[in-house]
């Protein structure tokens, strides 16, 4: 059974940083491409940011480009969201996700159960 | 990177038929096959239910199906049951981003 266990959200200030992670189990991981994707309180989903199985091309919304950065260690089968310079903007329920090897347009069907980050001061 | 247009919500009886729509542009809906569609019940993860507009993963009923004209893709469900109750949203490739709808809650009276 495949599952994503995310971790590492929290109570951090405007400002701060974080570091996220997604543990993956139940496939090889290094076969798939990962996804961030967030949710705000009450609000829709958001695309965050992207990474190829190899770890060697990664995509980010303009939101979050500078200041987060996607990674992977294909070895501890984990994914990694770092996020500097949080803003109150970037409150929000963060869910890892696996990619479909169904296509190249990378639809993601299995998603981690959400880490919640809330910047606040 | 402006999301796709959805409608806020949307109801139907049970056994009838809704379809929410998604709206974007030529550079994300209308320049790629590649619109996909999330299930979400309240307090729990999205699940996948259609990608490559109209490729329904296993799992997912027959009465759910995808389309696509122009810049607008569509998830139409037949025979709506109680446990259809959920936000839905569009997503699509736009070119080395991904860009995702507003949500649609679905109301089963």
């Known amino acids: 059974e495949i599952q994503l266990l995310d971790s590492g959200g929290g109570l951090v200030q405007p400002g701060g940083s974080l570091r996220l992670s997604c543990e993956a189990s139940?496939?090889?991981?290094?076969?798939?491409?990962m996804a961030w994707v967030r949710q705000a309180p009450g609000r829709g989903l958001v695309w965050v940011s992207a990474?190829?199985?190899?770890?060697?091309?990664?995509y980010y919304a303009d939101a979050v480009t500078g200041r987060f950065t996607i990674s992977r260690d294909n070895s501890k089968n984990t994914l990694y969201l770092q996020m500097i310079s949080l803003r109150v903007e970037d409150t929000a329920v963060y869910y890892c996700?696996?990619?479909?090897?169904?296509?190249?347009?990378?639809?993601?069907?299995?998603w981690g159960q959400g880490t919640l980050v809330t910047v606040s001061s | 990177q402006s999301a796709l247009t959805q409608p806020h919500s949307i109801s139907g009886s049970p056994g009838q038929a809704v379809t929410i729509s998604c709206t974007g542009t030529?550079?994300?809906?209308?320049?790629?096959?590649?619109v996909s569609w999330y299930q979400q019940h309240p307090g729990k993860s999205p699940i996948l239910i259609f990608y490559?507009?109209?490729k329904r993963p296993s799992g997912v009923p027959i009465r759910f199906s995808g389309s696509k004209s122009g810049n607008t893709a569509s998830l139409t469900i037949s025979g709506l049951q109680a446990e259809d109750e959920a936000d839905y949203y569009c997503?699509?490739?736009?070119?080395?981003?991904?860009?995702f709808g507003g949500g649609t809650k679905l109301t089963v009276l």
């Open positions: 490559d507009v109209s």
């Open positions: 139940g496939f090889t991981m290094k076969n798939y491409a």
């Open positions: 997503s699509s490739y736009a070119g080395n981003s991904w860009v």
């Open positions: 030529s550079s994300d809906v209308g320049g790629y096959d590649f």
């Open positions: 996700a696996k990619a479909s090897s169904y296509s190249t347009s990378w639809p993601l069907d299995n």
């Open positions: 990474i190829t199985g190899s770890g060697r091309s990664a």
